[in-house]
């Protein structure tokens, strides 16, 4: 079963979203050339999902949890402190290029809320000055 | 009383984990293996609760030299984190259960796939299949048998909708996340056109599990219509939230949330959504019922995908109506327009309800007009199930008070 054991595209794409933190035009390009994709359809995959991104992030991406269970655990507080503390909103980055902020769908620690993730890692129990404490020790 | 069955090998090493499931199975055919998890009645665990047995045996008739097994962990219904429970602390099960099915339907070939989200799960995961492979329970004549089985695993990459099994496919195939028109159903022409089984990591863990006994456990668990256990993720306003195992029928919501979950935190219960935020709520006078498939659904709800969030009667139910709104309106796929201009029009409502802190008649109206024409008209479980929450808080909470 030869596409079995090729590599599957959206596994492609995360490699490069983690190493480079974005998925540039020659990344684009080369794939397209590679797996014979016309550019628009890739761009148009990439588009679909959230975790990809066409720009340059930070060197650290905050993700927030928003559904219920941490909205009920006052996630709203977390991003406003975030926010705040960065001065920066929802989908930007610092201008040092070292964090983006990202509110985003259940993260499944529905039981440890509110809860955010940087990069690969969870924060769970959060509170704003625990927040402010894990981003502040961050290099 | 939590009743530990899918979750007995809990603690258990790796090294120490007997896979006494796949090695009865191996020693069955195939077809009894199929019988044994029919008999069993096992139900999609991820929320559409089809017969898992039915799936099997349908594939295994579709004549084909490839077909594939999917396992879907795309686990992304707000309240729900059984299945990252499922991988972080049991992954040779899950895997396990993907090769039993593989081995009863015919196929060589399997996938994972989990949401990108999940980083703790997916190297959990990564290193259970290389290790499973080094003790040949991966790979070629697996425990010296002639049956040969892969596994490959994928990450989503945030997109709530690939957890809909054609959408998941598509995904896999590296295109947008959309759901495809059904029929053919997967298990005739899924991956790559190929017949493909896709199952939910609970469910083919369960399998897993009934697999290790000599006999069927499951008919000695639950009622007659739901058999087995379930693992509810509870979350919200409760003192001890948590993945608990209920035996069907044992138990009730109330006591669920009462006993195994702590309580119910605040000045009282304001509702419960039982299956996640594609379910109804159930309220004060509904929430004393039994925890099955038939007693949900006769008080016009739904196990779902057992994610149970407990709300107290303290909070502002229109901020929880305008929050699951929002995350509709983001993640549907677009495909279906009722679906897509459905829910973004519900928003709108939802959005000016939320301003005024009350609805008018006319609005709950109007919302329950839409979500029927969404959920007959979209063509995945997404659209079908994406209004239900919305409406039945309206309903229960405000119709009568309104005008």
Redesign the interface.
Known sequence: ?E??YEK????E??DIQETYGFISEEDILRISEKRD?PKAHLY??IS?????HLKPTGKYII?VC????C??NHSADIVKVIKEHLGIGENETTRDKKFSLEV??????????PVM?IN???YTHLTTNKVVQILDNLD | MEKIFLKSDLGKSFEDYEFSGLKNSLKMEQTQVIDKIKDSVLKGRGGAGFPAGIKWETAYHVEDDIKFVVCNADEGEPGTFKDRFLMENLPYKVIEGIVICGYAIGSKYGYIYIRGEYTQAIKIIRKTIQKMYERNILGNNILGTDFSFDIKLVRGAGAYVCGDETSLINSIEGERGMSRIKPPLPVFEGLYGKPTVVNNVETLSAAAEIMKYDYNPYLQLGTEKSKGTKLVSISGDVYKPGVYEVEFGKMTVKEIVNELAGGVKGSGLGFVIPGGISTEVLTENEWDVPYTYEDLFKIGTNIGSGGMIVVSKDRNYLEIIKNVSDFFRDETCGTCFPCREGNKNINKMVSEIYERGYPMKKEIEIISDIKNAVSLAARCGFGEASVNLILSILENFYAKKVK
């Open positions: 079963m596409k079995y599957e595209l959206l596994e794409l995360h994709i148009g995959v679909f999902y959230s975790m990809f993700k928003d559904s219920v269970s909205s009920l985003v769908e259940c993260l499944g620690h529905c039981d440890e809320g993730i690969d890692t969870y």
